[in-house]
């Protein structure tokens, strides 16, 4: 027998790429509401993994395993809860939920008082983010990321497909499945496409399902999509 035998696992870190739902209301009818409203022809997610961003208010109002069972019926896999105050944790915990640390602090902000005042420093120059080039089309059930950088799609995104960057996506063809730039909260991030036909759209976070016919402007055109307070806009590119 060996004395020294190979480790069945190893733990290494981890960087996911998630969608995350803000919640501008704790009431969990009028969550139903707006998605029965939006999904009405059928949700385009399959299991996907979200996590919550909790409203300003009424966040202890909540109830969570509601809130899972709800999200799940629309085929969004709640995993977990970003910037959860340390109150919540036994309440999150009891709905299967994570509390993860987010922009926004488990307490109160403290002040800090003002730095003195310093000469600026030459700023040394930054390395321009690289870009992923993908020569094939991505079929369904298929996902690239283009980590840290840019990413370019020179053939067919199909439906069920996935392109992810943390900075922006160009595809030099038609665009039928899932597009999701600034991927680590880059909100400057932008959205090319040759052929707008895309079953979702997200920017830093901020998504826009495509669940009726686009407006003849950018149907099958090709289209920008960017962030305008917090707001995605699709705008149809000169040709």
């Known amino acids: 027998m060996n004395a020294n035998p190979a480790h069945a696992f190893d733990i290494k870190s981890a960087r996911l790429n998630l969608l995350a739902v803000r919640l501008k209301s704790p009431r969990l009818d009028e969550l139903e509401l707006d998605l029965s409203t939006r999904f009405a022809n059928g949700s385009p997610f399959d299991g996907e993994p979200v996590v919550f ?15 899972v069972s709800l999200y799940a019926r629309y085929g969004l896999k709640a995993i977990g809860v970003r910037g959860a105050p340390s ?23 403290h002040p800090q008082p003002p730095a003195q005042a310093e000469a600026p420093a030459a700023a040394a120059p930054s390395a321009p983010p690289s870009t992923l080039i993908i020569d094939r089309p ?22 069920g497909a996935e392109v992810i960057a943390d ?70 590119l000169a040709a």
Request: proline fraction near 5%; aromatic fraction near 6%.
């Open 167 to 236: 900075g922006d996506i160009h595809i030099y063809a038609p665009l039928r499945g899932k597009a999701l730039a600034g991927a680590r909260g880059n909100i400057a991030a932008r959205i090319f496409v040759q052929a707008m036909e895309a079953e979702l759209l997200s920017i830093a976070g901020i998504y826009r399902t495509i669940e009726q016919a686009l407006p003849a402007s950018i149907a099958g055109k090709p289209t920008q999509i960017f962030l305008d307070a917090d707001k995605l806009v699709m705008q149809p």
């Open 87 to 109: 109150g919540l944790r036994g309440a999150l915990a009891q709905a299967g939920l994570i509390a993860f640390s987010g922009s926004d602090s488990d307490d109160e902000p």
């Open 53 to 67: 961003d909790l409203p300003a208010d009424g966040a202890n109002a909540i109830r969570y395993d509601e809130l």
């Open 138 to 159: 991505v079929r369904a059930g298929q996902q690239i990321y283009a980590k840290g950088g840019n990413l370019v799609v020179l053939a067919m995104v199909s439906a």
